[in-house]
Antibody
Framework: QVQLQESGPGLVKPSQTLSLTCTVS??????????WSWLRQHPGKGPEWIGNVFYSGSTYYNPSLKSRVAMSVDTSKNQFSLNLISVTAADTAVYYC???????????????WGQGSLVTVSS | DIVMTQSPDSLAVSLGERATINCKSS????????????LAWYQQKPRQPPKMVVYWASTRESGVPDRFSGSGSGTDFTLTISSLQAEDVAVYYC?????????FGRGTKLEIK
C-alpha cells in the first residue's frame, strides 16, 4: 500500500518561498510509470492541480502557476518536492501530494493522496 | 481550462435512500478515438484527503462499494449512491482529465436527512 506524507513549514511570510517535501513509502517513486503530483485546496473549494513530476525529473505545471513553481525529485530518498516563489495570502491553502496514473502524460487521475499540509502565508 | 459545474451544492438524503450528484463540463470530455469519458469522482470526508471512487466516468476504483455508480457521457455526468450509508457523508468532487490542466468541480456536500 503506497503512502505519501507531506512535510514543511506551516507558516511562510509574504514574498518568500513555500517549500514542501513529499515522502513516498510502500513503493518506489521510480517504478510503475507513475507521475507524482502536487495539488492544493482552498477552504470550501475543489482541489487545484499545481503540477506533476516524473522520476526522471520531467515536469508539467499548471499554466496559472507555472511562472512561480518548481518541482523536483530525489529518488535516493524516495521523495519529491515543491517550491512556490513570491507567495501571497492567496497561496494560503492545504497542500497535498498525490500519485497519478493514466494513459498519457497529461490524462491522469489521482489515486493515492497524502494527508495534506496546511500552509499559511502571513507576516 | 475546462470548467466543472456540480449540482446541487448540498444534498440531504435519508439512510437507505438514493443520492444523486450531477456534474457538467464546459466542453466534452469524451475521447472519440477510444470512446472513453475522462471523468473521475472523488469522496472527501472531514479532515481527510480526497479519495477516488470512480474513473472513466463509470469504473469503480478497487475496494469501493458497489452502491457507488457513475454514469453519463460527453458533458453531463452523475454519481449515484444507491442506498446511502452513514459513512458516505462527505463532499464529492468531479474531475476532468481530458485536457491540461485537470480541473475539479466545487463539490457537493452530502448529508443525512
Amino acid at each position: 500500500q503506497v503512502q505519501l506524507q507531506e512535510s514543511g513549514p506551516g507558516l511562510v511570510k509574504p514574498s518568500q518561498t513555500l517549500s514542501l517535501t513529499c515522502t513516498v513509502s510502500g513503493g518506489s517513486i521510480s517504478s510503475g510509470g507513475y507521475y507524482w503530483s502536487w495539488l492544493r485546496q482552498h477552504p470550501g473549494k475543489g482541489p487545484e492541480w499545481i503540477g506533476n513530476v516524473f522520476y526522471s525529473g520531467s515536469t508539467y505545471y499548471n499554466p496559472s502557476l507555472k511562472s512561480r513553481v518548481a518541482m523536483s525529485v530525489d529518488t535516493s530518498k524516495n521523495q519529491f518536492s515543491l517550491n512556490l516563489i513570491s507567495v501571497t495570502a492567496a497561496d494560503t491553502a492545504v497542500y497535498y501530494c498525490a500519485r497519478t496514473r493514466g494513459p498519457t502524460v497529461t490524462n491522469r487521475v489521482f489515486d493515492y493522496w497524502g494527508q495534506g499540509s496546511l500552509v499559511t502565508v502571513s507576516s | 481550462d475546462i470548467v466543472m459545474t456540480q449540482s446541487p451544492d448540498s444534498l440531504a438524503v435519508s439512510l437507505g435512500e438514493r443520492a444523486t450528484i450531477n456534474c457538467k463540463s464546459s466542453q466534452s470530455v469524451l475521447n472519440s478515438s477510444n470512446n472513453k469519458n475522462y471523468l473521475a469522482w472523488y469522496q472527501q470526508k472531514p479532515r481527510q484527503p480526497p479519495k477516488m471512487v470512480v474513473y472513466w466516468a463509470s469504473t469503480r476504483e478497487s475496494g469501493v462499494p458497489d452502491r457507488f455508480s457513475g454514469s453519463g457521457s460527453g458533458t453531463d455526468f452523475t454519481l449515484t449512491i444507491s442506498s446511502l450509508q452513514a459513512e458516505d457523508v462527505a463532499v464529492y468532487y468531479c474531475q476532468q482529465y481530458y485536457s491540461t490542466p485537470p480541473t475539479f468541480g466545487r463539490g457537493t456536500k452530502l448529508e443525512i436527512k
